[in-house]
T-cell receptor, first 114, second 116 residues
Framework: ETGVTQSPTHLIKTRGQQVTLRCSSQSGHNTVSWYQQALGQGPQFIFQYYREEENGRGNFPPRFSGLQFPNYSSELNVNALELDDSALYLC?????????????FGPGTRLTVL | GDSVTQMEGPVTLSEEAFLTINCTYTATGYPSLFWYVQYPGEGLQLLLKATKADDKGSNKGFEATYRKETTSFHLEKGSVQVSDSAVYFCALTPAFSSGGSYIPTFGRGTSLIVHP
C-alpha cells in the first residue's frame, strides 16, 4: 500500500510568481486536505476536496486554489506569491470526510518565497 | 472558534523519565481529539485518538484520556526513549460539520527531546 506522496520536496519562488504543488493520496482514500505549516507552528487548514469538489475551506484568500482529479490525487495552486507564503505545505488523505477519521500525511513541500 | 492550546516546549527529559504534555481545547459539544507526532523531515503521523468523553486513546506506550469536564487531552508516557524525540501536536475536529467538512484545528506543537 503506497502512502501519501508530495512533489516537489523543495521549491524556491519569487514574490508575485505562481506555484503548483502536487499530492498523491493513499490508495482507497477519496478525501484530500491541504495545510500550511509555518516554522514553529501547527498545521493550518487550507481546504479539503472530496470526490473532486471543494468540501470545506479555512481562512485563506482566493489566490489559494486547488483541484482533485478522478484518481483522487490533488493540486494546490497559489497565485501572486507573498513572502508570508513561505512554509511547509502538507497534504493529507483520509477514507472519508468524517470528523473521526485519521488523516494520513505526506512529507510536505517546503516553499520558500524570496 | 475552536482552539487548541499546548504547553510550550521544548520538553527535555532523560531516557526512562515520565512524560506529560498538556493539551486543552475550546470547542462546542464533543469534538474528536487527536495526538499526532512529527519526526524530523517527515509528515505528521497519528499517534492516538479519542472520539467521546472518558475514552482513553493509547498507542506505543502513549496514552491520553478525553476529559470533558476540564476540556483536556493530556499526553502521557511512563518511560520515554531517545527514539520518542519529535514534535507532538494535539488536534481536534468539531462535533458538527461546516458544509460537510469537519475542519480540524491543531495546536502549535510541543518539541520533545530525550537524552540518553
Amino acid at each position: 500500500e503506497t502512502g501519501v506522496t508530495q512533489s516537489p520536496t523543495h521549491l524556491i519562488k519569487t514574490r508575485g510568481q505562481q506555484v503548483t504543488l502536487r499530492c498523491s493520496s493513499q490508495s482507497g482514500h477519496n478525501t484530500v486536505s491541504w495545510y500550511q505549516q509555518a516554522l514553529g507552528q501547527g498545521p493550518q487548514f487550507i481546504f479539503q476536496y472530496y470526490r473532486e469538489e471543494e468540501n470545506g475551506r479555512g481562512n485563506f484568500p482566493p489566490r489559494f486554489s486547488g483541484l482533485q482529479f478522478p484518481n483522487y490525487s490533488s493540486e494546490l495552486n497559489v497565485n501572486a506569491l507573498e513572502l508570508d507564503d513561505s512554509a511547509l505545505y502538507l497534504c493529507a488523505s483520509s477514507p472519508g470526510t468524517g470528523g473521526t477519521n485519521e488523516q494520513f500525511f505526506g512529507p510536505g513541500t517546503r516553499l520558500t518565497v524570496l | 472558534g475552536d482552539s487548541v492550546t499546548q504547553m510550550e516546549g521544548p520538553v527535555t527529559l532523560s531516557e526512562e523519565a515520565f512524560l506529560t504534555i498538556n493539551c486543552t481545547y475550546t470547542a462546542t459539544g464533543y469534538p474528536s481529539l487527536f495526538w499526532y507526532v512529527q519526526y524530523p523531515g517527515e509528515g505528521l503521523q497519528l499517534l492516538l485518538k479519542a472520539t467521546k468523553a472518558d475514552d482513553k486513546g493509547s498507542n506505543k506506550g502513549f496514552e491520553a484520556t478525553y476529559r470533558k469536564e476540564t476540556t483536556s487531552f493530556h499526553l502521557e508516557k511512563g518511560s520515554v526513549q531517545v527514539s520518542d524525540s519529535a514534535v507532538y501536536f494535539c488536534a481536534l475536529t468539531p462535533a458538527f460539520s461546516s458544509g460537510g467538512s469537519y475542519i480540524p484545528t491543531f495546536g502549535r506543537g510541543t518539541s520533545l527531546i530525550v537524552h540518553p
